[in-house]
């Protein structure tokens, strides 16, 4: 019996985590809550709200903690994001003013280089990483771009908008790097543009010759508001677009350039968020449209690059037309889906194997260093921080365990690999015959 329950551990322990089918359960988030955004790191979740808070779970949904200390009374962060070593960012706004650029250090603090702006229109709506590691931020409708080295506490303004809305970008909706590492940009019925020297300059892409200037000829996905884009496996682009004055649902970048509609997809269908794991599956939420009887999933799973969509959505809550706003996946490969009126939801089990982190790498740079002491002398004796606040042992606190973790794999890099895994639970079931 001993033998078979060894021999058991050695298949899980080799295989990782266990994938989880399409099966969702809610957090304890309340439904009266109105969800703007969701990120995470290796401590947990976070999650903006219209109500203003910054809230925080440790534990999966759980619990959650408030995080909003600091920031300015009758704001809200409209966009969340986690920057390569980890820190949480937004951008605060109300209904009449923007405050540039914030960043998570135990209380929020405005970062410096984006300002202040009494047009709610300036304020932050997409961030993305570049190919280095370093922080992109658009405002909308004006589309400046600002880049920050030092992951969020100040930034550079590396391209100036037109005032009024830019007439060959638009309003930048989102911001993805692509396979390519340029930087792509989905606008406001403009299509999508290309960044080849990391957002200072965009030019449009797809069809022939400016789509401003003549439309007509312009072949791709104009006319939508585009929050989403991928790639499939072959380097052919899908986007996603908001339904309203123009086409919804996906469209799918043909061989020869031109765009369809993606058949599995709704056309009617506002599509919102989306996010790509590690083995290289799409998961997209959508809206449906106001004024359409349809109804149909609140997300949807693509393991194509884009080409077929499959829902993906069994537990969660009959949809309504606003419901959907955003997706998230956290670093141990639970997804998250955030909600206008029906709360947080998330997947009741990985959606990908996840290798387990190496103890003391805080920061997940795969190194146990200098660094990740630095993370762990800052939150000494707090609670509530999480793997990557220097809770390694995973007890609740920060304190001399931990350090006792970092000491001992000081200058360690790499994470354990499933062979090595599966050798010590080998020798592991030898220790077990020897005992029986």
Known sequence: MKVFLTVAMVVCLCCGNVVADNSWVQTSI???????????????????????????????????????????????????FTTSDGTVVGG?????TVYGGWYLDGT??????????????????????????????????????????????????????????????????SL????????????????IFVSQDGGA???????????????????????????VIGWSQSGLMFAGLKHGGGNGGIMNQLSDGTWVS???????????????????????????????????????????GGVTWTDFN?????????????????????????????????????VYSVSPPLAGDANGDHIVDFKDYIVLEGNFGKTGKGFAGGDFNNDGVVDFKDYIVLEGNFGKT????????????LSGMGLLRRRS
């Open 30 to 80: 309340s439904a009266s809550e109105n969800i703007r955004d969701i990120t995470s790191n290796a401590s947990g979740v976070y999650l903006s709200t219209l109500s203003g808070k910054v809230l925080f779970s440790p534990d999966k949904g759980s619990t959650w903690m408030d995080e909003s200390a600091g920031l300015i009374a009758g704001t809200y962060i409209n966009k969340l």
């Open 92 to 96: 605060p706004v109300s209904s009449t």
């Open 108 to 173: 929020w603090k405005p970062a410096t280089g984006i300002p202040n702006a009494s047009a709610p229109e300036l304020g932050i709506v997409a961030f993305v990483k570049d190919s280095s590691g370093n922080l992109l931020a658009s405002t909308t409708w004006h589309g400046d771009m600002y880049r920050s080295t030092d992951n969020g506490r100040s930034y550079t303004k590396i391209r100036t908008g037109d005032a009024g809305g830019n007439p060959t970008t638009g309003y930048i909706y």
């Open 176 to 191: 993805f790097l692509g396979p390519d590492h340029n930087i792509y940009a989905g606008t406001e019925t403009n299509g």
């Open 201 to 227: 300059s965009f030019t449009g892409i797809l069809g022939t010759g400016d789509p401003n200037a003549n439309p007509a000829q312009y072949v791709g996905p104009y006319g939508g508001n585009i929050h």
């Open 262 to 304: 993606n058949a599995s997809m709704a056309v009617n269908a506002d599509t919102r968020s989306i996010v790509e794991t590690p083995d290289g599956a799409y998961y997209t939420c959508i809206r449906k449209a106001a004024g359409y009887p349809q109804t149909y999933a609140q997300v949807m799973k693509s393991i194509d």
């Open 314 to 350: 069994a537990g969660l809550p009959v949809p309504t037309a606003t419901s959907s706003v955003c997706l998230n996946v956290d670093p141990a490969g639970y997804l998250y889906y955030g909600t206008a009126n029906e709360g947080v939801w998330r997947t009741a089990a990985p």
């Open 414 to 425: 790499g994470v354990p690999e499933p062979a090595t895994l599966g050798l010590l639970a």
